[in-house]
């Protein structure tokens, strides 16, 4: 196990609402980076928090949003729910070191939200 | 063309084998690779990374990069049914903005009792 929790385990939501799925950090990491898994494929990248900032983005659109917290837990947001949007939410946190510059090559996930959107 | 290409599967040996899981990359930029695996219903675990090109060892799992050609690699020794699973490479640069890993589709392995 790595630490990093997530919640809720499922959610089952309808085409344009809106749903909020949360991450709890690995102890002594700093860095909360979110990806999408859709069945059969490899996580996307959607984003990336830092020191409660975004730090890098995927190519999501901006009803993907998110959060970080002064604990480093964080949120994601997604606003006007499309059936593409069913997937595993990954949660993944991670130690960013600034010598030469930010890094944090080791991510540690989550066991991830399962979203259905109907 | 992907960034990290990776053959799906599923790739099916009986228990005892050596198996080989590769990966292709297409971007040169500074980087280190990743191996994680992913049981079914649960999220990825690291298990390797290297930067340079060569073999890492651990245990019974080698990653092994060979830059020159973008090719990456884990061999897995003496497969145990256990090691079912889907195995995921990945990449990461540094950019500006941080680091964000790049990943194959993930290729599904069964391991034959």
């Known amino acids: 196990e790595t630490g990093v929790t997530q919640s809720p385990t499922h959610l089952i939501k309808t085409r344009g609402q809106q749903v909020t799925l949360r991450c709890s950090s690995q102890s002594g990491h700093n860095t909360v980076s979110w990806y999408q898994q859709a069945l059969g494929q490899g996580p996307q990248f959607i984003f990336q928090y830092y020191r409660e900032e975004e730090n890098g983005r995927g190519n999501f659109p901006p009803r993907f949003s998110g959060l970080q917290f002064p604990n480093y837990s964080s949120e994601l947001n997604v606003n006007a729910l499309e059936l593409d949007d069913s997937a595993l939410y990954l949660c993944a946190s991670s130690l960013a070191r600034l010598a030469g510059g930010l890094s944090s090559y080791e991510q540690y996930f989550g066991p991830g939200t399962r979203l259905t959107v109907t | 063309q992907k960034e990290v290409e990776q053959d799906p599967g599923p790739l099916s040996v009986p228990e005892g084998a050596i198996v080989s899981l590769n990966c292709t990359y297409s971007?040169?930029?500074?980087?280190?690779f990743m191996w994680y695996r992913q049981y079914s219903r649960k999220g990825p675990e690291l298990l390797m990374y290297?930067?340079?090109?060569g073999n890492k060892e651990d245990g019974r799992f080698t990653a092994q990069v060979d830059k020159s050609s973008k090719y990456i690699s884990l061999f897995i020794r003496d497969s145990q049914p256990s090691d079912s699973a889907t195995y995921l490479c990945?990449?990461?640069?540094?950019?500006?903005?941080?680091?964000?890993?790049?990943f194959g589709e993930g290729t599904q392995l069964t391991v034959n009792p």
């Open positions: 290297t930067y340079s090109s």
């Open positions: 971007n040169s930029a500074f980087q280190y």
């Open positions: 990945a990449r990461t640069s540094r950019e500006t903005s941080g680091s964000r890993l790049t």
